[in-house]
């Protein structure tokens, strides 16, 4: 995917629930059909949306924008996203959650997901930076063991590990579209070891974070993500533990 260096759009209103209604149908449709063939439920950051690496028969299923699209031995089907139900019936895949994990999303399977436009690209286009993001931290820390940012439907936010487990510097370093703890998206880095969260790791429970409205107030919200990263990494990798 090639790197998104436009400035941040503003979230509209249905953002919330898009990215709620989103999360259930990457949970019970698009992370389950890659469970039941494979037993794994990570998701990635695709075109316009997310989805499933491929696996089987050159299978993927994946949004994209208000469409779920089915690909498989050379064959594009798409579907308009509608309900649960009528997804997971599209894909042919039984619905809800892998059964490795509590689920997280408990959405009506016959009521309209009412999913916009608008918020769904600005989802899209968040889950697109962050792959960027995390894969720079990659390229620019390779001396540290680290994993391909994945999209994990339990939580719907996408992250990598990074950093040496046993020297107590193993992070994640990932990005949310929004919890509980902040409302909206938001860029964060958690030390596994609760000792390293101190410094720039005590703002949050988890550890340290950079709000959608920080990074889209910079005057170049790339650079501006890079530079947290930047910081978080040297924090954990370059000062004394």
């Known amino acids: ?23 259930a149908l990457a949970e019970q449709v698009v992370s389950a059909a890659r469970y ?26 994946r ?13 594009v089907r798409r579907a308009p996203i509608t309900t649960l139900a009528d997804a997971a019936a599209f894909v042919g895949v039984p619905l809800g959650a892998p059964p490795v994990y509590t689920a ?20 899209a286009n968040w889950c697109a930076r962050a792959t960027d993001l995390i894969e720079a931290v990659r390229a620019e820390r390779t001396d540290q063991d680290s994993t391909a940012p994945q999209l994990w439907p339990e939580h719907f936010d996408l992250g990598a590990e990074i950093g040496d487990e046993h020297a107590g510097t193993r992070a994640n370093f990932g990005a949310s579209p929004g919890d509980d703890t902040i409302s909206t998206p938001y860029l964060y880095v958690g030390p596994w070891d609760e000792h390293r969260r101190r410094g720039v790791f005590e703002r949050y429970p988890f550890g340290a ?13 790339a650079t501006a993500g890079r530079d947290f990263f930047a910081a978080c990494a040297h924090s954990l990798f370059d000062e004394p533990g």
């Open 1 to 23: 995917m090639a790197a998104v260096t436009e400035p941040l759009p503003a979230l509209p209103p249905t953002f919330t629930a898009t990215r709620d209604a989103l999360h």
């Open 36 to 61: 039941h063939a494979t037993g794994r439920i990570g998701l990635r950051a695709t075109p316009h949306g997310f989805g499933t690496p491929a696996f089987g028969d050159g299978e993927v299923v």
């Open 63 to 75: 949004v994209d924008g208000t469409e779920l699209v089915h690909e498989r031995a050379g064959t």
């Open 104 to 123: 997280a999303t408990h959405a009506d399977p016959n009521a309209p997901l009412g999913i916009d436009q608008e918020a769904a690209a600005a989802l």
């Open 209 to 221: 974070a950079a709000s959608y409205e920080e990074l889209r107030a910079a005057p170049d919200p």
